[in-house]
């Protein structure tokens, strides 16, 4: 009878530090959640209806770029371009997509060639997304997020 007193008795002192609930701030909860995830990458990327068929992120980024690119030569293609030089060069559009899908042109880097031969290149280059499918944002932890990069696009004119 002593032995299960006294184990009684040690059971009772120790088991104390289980019914303590311990406070978090939901500051620092919050603050660790943010440092967390990678803000830099996106969950999925903007795409067009016609990237919907892969689930693979890369294979939907890819695509996108390609749309975007292959828009971007056929309006260019229209384009009766004459030039003193050839040209071989590739400049580079910063865009953003808007967290409603709203694609907007922030600048283009091009060349002193490119600007010198072409000098009308940055209305053509805006001008070939003035038909572009629906965009759809890129999504980050199930929001709609806006997302910057930057395209490369390279122009041959020989």
């Known amino acids: 009878m002593k032995y299960i007193s006294l184990i009684l008795l040690i059971f009772c002192l120790t088991s104390c530090d289980y019914f303590d609930k311990k406070k978090v701030n939901a500051e620092d909860l919050l603050n660790q959640e943010l440092k967390s995830f990678n803000w830099n990458e996106v969950d999925v990327y903007p795409t067009f209806t016609t990237c919907d068929s892969s689930d693979i992120k890369e294979l939907r980024k890819q695509c996108f770029e390609n749309t975007l690119s292959s828009y971007i030569f056929k309006n260019l293609s229209k384009q009766n ?5 050839e040209i071989d060069d590739t ?14 042109v922030l600048g283009i880097d091009n060349s002193e060639i490119i600007q010198k031969q072409i000098p009308n290149i940055d209305t053509l280059l805006i001008a070939s997304f003035d038909s572009l499918p629906k965009i759809y944002p890129a999504i980050k932890r199930g929001q709609h997020v806006k997302i910057q990069f930057e395209l490369p696009v390279i122009i041959k004119v020989y």
């Open 81 to 85: 371009i004459i030039v003193s030089e």
């Open 91 to 104: 400049l580079k559009m910063k865009i953003e997509i808007s967290d409603h899908g709203i694609l907007r």
